[in-house]
């Protein structure tokens, strides 16, 4: 806990604390039938970081995207430093200094990094041209000033996630934000990056700039904010300094009850089969997988799965697991190696006929492989497993609704409503859909791959049982997670992916952080077993 | 949120899907019948008298319905045809050439035949080969898609060509009744026309086509909200990569899908070949293939939505005739486009295309 | 939602106030003349500078000469040939014509629901029995046909006559025997007048796009132009336009079909076969409006002015009095029937 609330308004500029930056006040918004907003207040302070923290479909996001002139709120104020805005439009959002990063980043991937800053701005000589070199100096300039340092004339489509959203928060500087909202800015970031972002925000912070910080990882939220909103079910239920609170108590606002935050770490499972036989599980042999450029993506990785056992992989993005899980899931052809579930190679076999050997799989991208967003969540229940819910070549639509209203009230879907487009539900509850559907079927094998991503303390609450569970049941689960306690706190053993190899794999009674965030990083190296 | 946990069957409310799925087009058709107000008011003429006159010529008598209806029987097809494809995400622009090869096939099916053959094996026999030689055509883009990853709308648009180039080659070199570029008359599997049953629709080329079109889409229905094969089409169509992900073998079924588009479009031949001129002749088909492309996005590709928007698009073709002498038969096409054109603004679909793919919602 | 639903009520306000704006205006037409005619054109219509154009400045000319009331229906699609054709019938016009003999089956049919009604189709093919005996269309029926072989025979000779090679050139568009008979009629015009000269005949194509092809029009005349030919004599549709392009880019003659398409490459067109499609529309309504209709086949070549060539201020300057007195004595001839030209090859 660093950067306490003490540097709340001493800002540069001067503003103290009797005009907020921002106000909003009893906004209510509806989708239809779904209530984001209801009477959510917001008040936030100049140069403070700001948390807004909530379970997925609270109805922050929304609330941003209202401050930032995207939608208009059916009710309520908005003000920004004391002027009342409400329903301006996005220019006029922007004029006022309102800078939004958004989850998912808005860059042009052809384009420079200089480019993309001056993209809808750009500075012009004789009226047409665009001035690359101007452009390029203002960049490098701001780059400086901030701390946020990218070279302005690489290209978007070679910088990493970190890079990217470096670009994104410049982007919004650029335009002469004095408030920048972030949503969720760490959720693709490595430990490292984090640490970095976090320097930069403090940096803007200790210059003047107001921060909203949306998240529901309360670690960030106790590390880096002075205040605290808390939203549940698109009402505000607490506004809180962080140096008076706790994560327990934050993540009790949150849920509305008391949430246990580490996950039954390693507790030997009672119900683990004794003796399981050698060759059942998951294994992998040599394997090797080539990626869309020619190069080893998977580099003769082996390793196997027992039955009862998690094997956690940690690692920063893109050092193979995605590639990883798509090659065993069937989604990604194998270059060499082999691939045995429970004992029979499946190397070359189809998804469909891994599915059926017992292969359940939680895709890391949830909202592009996981469901089908336009589906019902009924729908979206039996992807996958269509074939077990038709007679002869005809869905037995009672069965499938039948299924539904079970898997929704065992795994707590809401809202509980079996017709409705999984479009419509929150991240967490999308999420479920799919980890019932994985899960509430017979299955041996588990690959998990982010399960827990972008999704509320309740909800991860209720998958990290699931998984302990699917272990202590005998099940075999392969986990990846960019969330290292995570991996920490469900795994039996860890291995860290780093350029397509296992640098490392060690049982996690053994590991720490620290260690596996050396190896993430490649700064030590190693032989995994 | 709902705080409870007891399962509801609601979706939206009624009222408010409804509204969502009438508005839009309603508002086109508007914006359309405006555009053809000025336009026939810049003919000097009255707009309330000629959009009577277009109304009598075609609902208005049983001759003109029945010409609406015969015009609408192909482009249910041709429409049905393109939706079957565009539900699993392909764009089927063949249509031209997959009707004209069907309605080749029941020609030829219907000649081959021998005379005195019944005539519900021989409807039967035609229809099949109709769709055979329409689905043939619609196979050849599914194959290159699936096996070479040929671009399917570049593919079956050279395909139009090149079919219709060879058909035109075979009646004109080989089948044709001297001085006609027309086959001969086919001896059996003759469709009854409308006219049969109700002598008001005497002169009128409807026939029991308008049936077999409502029947296909029918089916068409069926197979897509009903089967499992229609699950697992819509999900390719929607979102590959979750389809592949569920098992669905993606090639499989853009394979199925466009073949089956083809075999639709091929038994729209029927409607000419079988119901009307009871011969096959070159260029029968020309413009219905592209125009059920207007009359799927018109529809929502949804096979009922396709049904009235074949119905409504038959109605201004047939107008255009009705009201030829007080304003140019180009007006018609103009508001033709007119409607196109607000529709695709107006639907979501397609809005949702024009704006790209927006951040996802955490509300 | 809310929004949407508003503007659709304004827009249906819009609507109706549009509706309803100028109600004076009378959306029917004249209603005096003696004799109504209603023409379907071809799929193609207007500005065809070809048949569709020809129908219509006959019909253009009994307008004004003989008062008549025409109307036109330009069709959007095969099915409408049939439905253009029954609109004017069953609106009791006097005479209906079809233009292009793709409206041969659809004239047959409605003219016996319509025996008292006059229908005639131009250029309307004629099937024949077993026996190759000609089966006459309905009692009600003009079959309006044209002798081109006629005019091409008199075009024939003109090439023949004013080229010095001995070699004349011919580009026919689809390989079919309407074209054959320009053909027929073209080799013998030329033979009639230079035995020894040679003929170098081609077609563009089996399918109806021969006629359509202007760049196939042009590689085909400029390798006839290259092999000595002077004057070449297109029966090609638009494909001719390449024809006129070649005889441009090597400062050759070209003949045009059908109209007289001197504007098409003045100065290098000799002249034109022109089909009278105005003339037998015109002739088929004066008919009607003497009383004097009567359904068979009408044959309309040199004698009758169907088919002609085209001799004025514009091209004279390419034709020696001499050649033109020659051509008009072999016209004379076959009127007088005493030349009988093929027409077949």
């Known amino acids: 806990m660093t950067g306490g609330p003490a540097s709340t308004g001493e800002s540069a500029r001067g503003q103290t604390s009797a005009v907020p930056a921002i106000r909003m006040e009893g906004i209510d918004k509806s989708f239809g039938a779904i209530r984001a907003n209801r009477g959510t207040s917001v008040e936030v302070m100049p140069g403070e970081i700001h948390a807004l923290v909530g379970e997925n479909g609270a109805g922050k996001s929304t609330l941003m995207r209202i401050l930032g002139g995207l939608m208009k709120p059916d009710a309520g104020h908005v003000e920004v430093n004391g002027r009342d805005v409400t329903g301006w439009s996005t220019n006029e959002a922007i004029a006022a200094g309102i800078g939004i990063v958004h989850q998912h ?41 901030t701390g946020l340092v990218i070279a302005p004339d690489r290209l978007i489509s070679d910088l990493s996630v970190g890079e990217a959203q470096r670009v994104e928060i410049l982007k919004v500087l650029f335009r002469g934000a004095r408030i920048l909202v972030l949503d969720e800015p760490t959720a693709v970031l490595s430990p490292p990056e984090v640490r970095e972002l976090w320097t930069v925000l403090r940096r803007l912070r200790d210059k003047g700039d107001t921060i909203v910080l949306i998240t529901h990882r309360l670690d960030e939220v106790v590390e880096i904010s002075n205040t605290i909103t808390v939203m549940r079910a698109g009402q505000t239920v607490a506004r809180v300094k962080t140096s008076e609170t706790t994560p327990a108590e934050i993540a009790r606002l949150m849920v509305g009850r008391e949430v246990s935050l580490s996950a039954g770490k390693r507790v030997q499972p009672s119900g683990r089969p004794a003796g399981p036989q050698p060759d059942q599980g998951l294994e992998a042999r040599n394997l090797i997988v080539v990626g869309s450029r020619g190069i080893r993506v998977i580099d003769d990785v082996s390793f196997s799965v027992k039955p009862g056992e998690i094997l956690g992989i940690a690692g920063v993005e893109g050092n193979g697991q995605t590639e990883l899980i798509e090659a065993l899931a069937g989604l990604r052809p194998v270059f060499a190696g ?7 190679d499946m190397t070359r076999r189809s998804v469909a006929q891994r ?31 269509q074939k077990y819910f038709s007679r002869r070549g005809i869905i037995d639509r009672t069965r499938v609704m039948e299924n539904a209203i079970q898997e929704i009230s065992s795994f707590d879907i809401r809202p509980p409503n079996p017709v409705l487009a999984a479009r419509a539900l929150s991240g967490g509850n999308q999420q479920k859909i799919i980890v019932a559907r994985e899960m509430g079927r017979e299955f041996s094998v588990l690959l998990a791959s982010q399960p827990t991503r972008g999704v509320d303390v309740g909800a991860i609450e209720f998958i990290h049982q699931q998984l302990l569970d699917a272990r202590a049941q005998g099940k075999a689960i392969l986990l990846v997670s960019a969330e290292l306690n995570e991996v920490l706190a469900l795994s039996d053993r860890v291995a860290v992916m780093y350029r397509g190899k296992f640098a490392v794999m060690m049982p996690a009674a053994e590991a720490s952080e620290e260690v596996l965030g050396e190896y993430m990083i490649g700064t030590k190296k190693g032989n995994a077993a | ?87 699993a995400g392909l764009f089927n622009i063949g249509g031209e050439s997959q009707l004209a090869a069907g309605g080749f096939g029941a020609a030829l099916m219907g000649l081959a035949l021998p005379v005195g053959t019944p005539l519900i094996l021989a409807l039967l026999v035609c229809m099949i080969a109709a769709g055979l030689a329409g689905g043939v055509v619609g196979a050849v883009p599914a194959y290159l898609k699936t096996r070479f990853g040929a671009h399917e709308v570049i593919v079956t648009i050279m395909l139009n060509f090149i079919v219709l180039a060879l058909l035109n080659w075979f009646i004109a070199g080989h089948l044709h009744v001297p001085e006609t570029l027309h086959t001969p008359e086919i001896h059996a599997g003759v469709l009854p026309r409308l006219a049969d049953i109700d002598p008001r629709f005497h002169g009128s080329a409807a026939n029991l086509a308008l049936i077999v079109a409502v029947l ?83 529809g929502r590709n949804h096979p009922l939505g396709v049904l009235v928007a074949a119905f409504f698009f038959a109605t201004l073709s047939q107008g255009g005739l009705a009201i030829h002498a007080f304003v140019p038969k180009q007006m018609m096409d103009v508001l033709q486009g007119v409607v196109i054109l607000a529709v695709a603004m107006a639907v979501p679909e397609v809005r949702r295309i024009l704006r790209g793919a927006r951040g996802r919602s955490d509300a | 939602m809310r929004k949407l639903i508003l503007v659709t009520f304004l827009l249906l306000a819009v609507h109706i106030a549009l509706l309803f704006t100028r109600r004076n205006a009378k959306a029917e037409g004249k209603e005096t003349s003696p004799v109504r005619v209603g023409i379907v054109l071809d799929v193609g219509g207007r500005g065809d500078k070809s048949f569709n154009d020809g129908a219509y400045a006959g019909a253009d000319s009994a307008t004004k000469m003989l008062g008549s009331n025409i109307r036109f229906i330009e069709p959007g699609e095969g099915a409408d040939r049939e439905a ?147 004057v070449i004599f297109h029966a090609a549709g638009s494909t001719g336009q390449g024809v006129f392009e070649a005889a441009r880019a090597t400062n050759k003659l070209a003949i045009g079909v059908d109209s007289d398409q001197n504007d098409d490459a003045p100065g290098h067109v000799l002249t034109s076969m022109v089909k009278g499609v105005n003339t037998a529309t015109f002739d088929a309504i004066s008919r009607v409006q003497n009383h004097t209709f009567k359904g068979g086949i009408y044959s309309f070549g040199l004698k009758e002015g169907g088919v002609g060539y085209i001799y004025d201020s514009r091209n004279r300057g390419l034709i020696p009095d001499g050649v033109r007195a020659r051509v008009e004595e072999l016209k004379q001839e076959i009127i007088a029937g005493r030349i009988k030209v093929p027409s077949t090859r």
């Not at chain 2, 010529?57 to 015009?71: D, S």
């Not at chain 3, 080799?187 to 007048?193: D, F, L, N, P, Y």
């Not at chain 3, 202007?214 to 006839?224: D, N, Y």
Request: proline share 5%; hydrophobic share 45%; glycine share 12%.
């Open chain 1, 338 to 344: 082999d691939i045995l579930i429970d004992g029979v």
């Open chain 2, 216 to 298: 296909v889409a029918f089916a068409v229905w069926f197979y897509l909200f009903r089967a499992r094969g229609g699950y697992e089409l819509r999900a390719v169509g929607l979102q590959p990569q979750a389809a592949e992900y569920g098992g669905i073998s993606v090639g499989r079924v853009w394979m199925r899908a466009l073949t089956f588009s083809g075999v639709i479009a091929g038994i729209g031949g029927i409607n000419y070949v079988l119901g009307y001129k009871h011969y096959y002749e070159d260029g029968f088909a020309s413009g219905a293939g592209f125009l059920g492309i207007a009359v799927a996005l018109v």
């Open chain 2, 1 to 87: 949120m709902t705080e409870g946990v007891q399962p509801t069957f609601t979706a939206a409310p009624w009222r408010e899907r409804a509204q969502e799925a009438l508005i839009p087009p309603l508002v086109a058709l508007l914006v359309a019948l405006i555009c053809g107000d000025l336009l026939i008011l810049s003919y000097g003429q009255s707009p309330a008298a000629v959009y009577r006159l277009l109304l009598e010529g075609t609902w208005g008598n049983a001759y003109g319905f029945g010409q609406v209806l015969y015009k609408a029987t192909t482009l249910a097809f041709t429409g049905l045809a393109v939706s079957f494809g565009l539900r």
């Open chain 1, 355 to 385: 599915h059926d050997a017992g292969l359940s799989h939680i895709p890391e991208d949830r909202q592009r492989r996981g469901l089908i967003l336009e589906y019902t969540v009924a729908n979206n229940l039996i992807l996958g497993v």
């Open chain 1, 105 to 145: 980043f808005m860059l042009v991937p052809t384009l420079t990094v200089a480019e993309n800053l001056v993209l809808g701005c750009e500075p012009k000589t004789r009226g047409i041209v665009l001035d690359y070199k101007r452009a390029a100096e203002d960049v490098r300039k701001l780059s400086t000033e």
């Open chain 3, 84 to 230: 253009g054709l029954r609109l004017l019938a069953a609106e009791g016009m006097n005479l209906v014509i079809g233009v292009g003999f793709i409206f041969t089956d659809d004239l047959a049919n409605l003219a016996k629901e319509y025996p008292n009604t006059a229908f005639a189709g131009i250029d309307y093919a004629l099937a024949t029995d077993a026996n190759g005996n000609v089966i006459p269309p309905p009692p009600n029926v003009a079959a309006l046909k044209f002798r081109e072989e006629e005019g091409s025979y008199l075009v024939g000779a003109l090439a023949a006559l004013v080229s010095h090679s001995k070699k004349v050139g011919f580009v026919g568009g689809m390989d079919i025997p309407l074209i054959h008979k320009f053909e027929a009629g073209y080799r013998a015009g030329i033979k009639k007048v230079c035995p020894d000269c040679e003929v170098i005949v081609q077609y563009a194509g089996v399918t109806p796009d021969a006629f359509k092809n202007p760049g196939k029009g042009k590689e085909l005349a400029l390798s006839q132009y290259n092999q000595g030919v002077e």
